[in-house]
């Protein structure tokens, strides 16, 4: 497999590839398939916008967010688009057995050959008792063995495993053409472990902002060619939110914040409104890390907007964009993305 499958192309005057990432959110007034219509909406619109891929992530647990089964979600979404790569960002191999995502993952690349990425991630994606239940034990939970498993998982994929290997004869089906494999990460341990298998690397700036620069560079100080890339190829996810007016578009955000708040509290649930996100009783230290989570954002008017995501593309020194806006209105979505593909002249 080339980095071709890796590499995507910029649009307009975008100076790299830009991407979405979607989480299927559930505002306060809709259920999950309302939030699952608004994310096969969103996929259709990016794909005529020119945006190159549009990831979903696996959570669990969470009232707000509807994927938690990413290659149910993706087979649908490949179903009603015709060229927008489509990916997990990501599976959390901890999860799953590695030959389940194996076979999931080569059944969507057999149904729809080169358009299906995986990207895989070592974090639970829920709480603990929640992960006891996907992985069926109570012993302690640790993302030590990730290593071995990502391992088992390409060797599923490539059907490469020594003689010697306990597997040797197990065989992934449907086998064929493999899916691009991305490591996702918030700090230098996948980073680290992507280099060094000179795999592509996809930091999750919009929630770890603190340590975007010191993984980006962990990971190109790291990096091993390899069959996939003969260079780094480094993707990071920012929250980028776009309307008519700066403070528009700060009332659309907010709520954003707030559930990212919620969800620190350990109390996650549908997506606030903009009134209850005006309306909150923030304690200062509620309005503290709500101050640092919209420093984190990228919002504002679409020329702000493109600003803002060329500072930090120039800064990260990041090959690809991947802009997610966690909203509970799908029309406020739909056009924000309308408006940043606009301001970058792809359409």
């Not at 890339?229 to 776009?242: K, R, T």
């Amino acid at each position: 497999m080339s980095g071709d499958q890796v590499r995507g192309s910029a649009k307009g005057e975008a100076s790299v590839p830009l991407s979405v990432l979607d989480l299927a959110t559930v505002g306060m007034e809709d259920s999950p398939s309302d939030a699952l219509a608004a994310t096969t909406a969103l996929a259709r619109r990016v794909e005529e916008l020119g945006f190159h891929r549009m990831w979903v992530a696996e959570h669990h647990g969470m009232p707000g967010i509807a994927s938690s089964s990413p290659a149910v979600v993706i087979a649908h979404l490949a179903a009603h688009t015709r060229t927008l790569r489509l990916g997990s960002g990501g599976v959390m191999l901890p999860n799953h057995a590695p030959l389940v995502v194996a076979e999931q993952f080569g059944t969507l690349q057999a149904l729809h050959p080169g358009r299906i990425d995986l990207g895989v991630g070592r974090a639970p994606g829920t709480d603990q008792a929640t992960a006891r239940a996907l992985r069926r034990t109570d012993g302690a939970l640790s993302a030590e063995d990730f290593p071995q498993q990502l391992g088992e998982l390409i060797a599923f994929l490539d059907d490469d495993f020594p003689l010697d290997h306990p597997y040797a004869e197990v065989q992934s089906v449907p086998h064929g053409p493999l899916p691009p494999v991305w490591l996702l990460g918030s700090s230098g341990f996948s980073a680290q472990l992507a280099g060094s298998l000179g795999l592509p690397f996809a930091f999750a700036h919009h929630f770890s902002a603190q340590n975007t620069l010191p993984a980006l560079e962990l990971y190109r100080e790291s990096f091993q060619p390899s069959e996939v890339l003969d260079e780094p190829y480094s993707m990071i996810g920012v929250q980028a939110v776009a309307a008519d007016t700066e403070e528009e578009a700060l009332d659309i955000v907010r709520p954003i914040a707030l559930s990212m708040l919620k969800l620190r509290q350990g109390v996650p649930g549908k997506l606030p409104t903009r009134q209850q996100a005006r309306e909150y009783p923030y304690t200062e230290l509620d309005q503290a890390f709500v101050d640092h989570w919209l420093a984190d954002a990228v919002y504002g008017t679409p020329d702000a907007v493109r600003a803002g995501l060329e500072e930090l593309r120039e800064r990260t020194g990041a090959d690809e964009l991947m802009l997610t806006a966690n909203l509970p209105d799908a029309a406020t979505k739909l056009r924000s993305f309308e408006l940043i593909a606009k301001s970058y002249r792809m359409i």
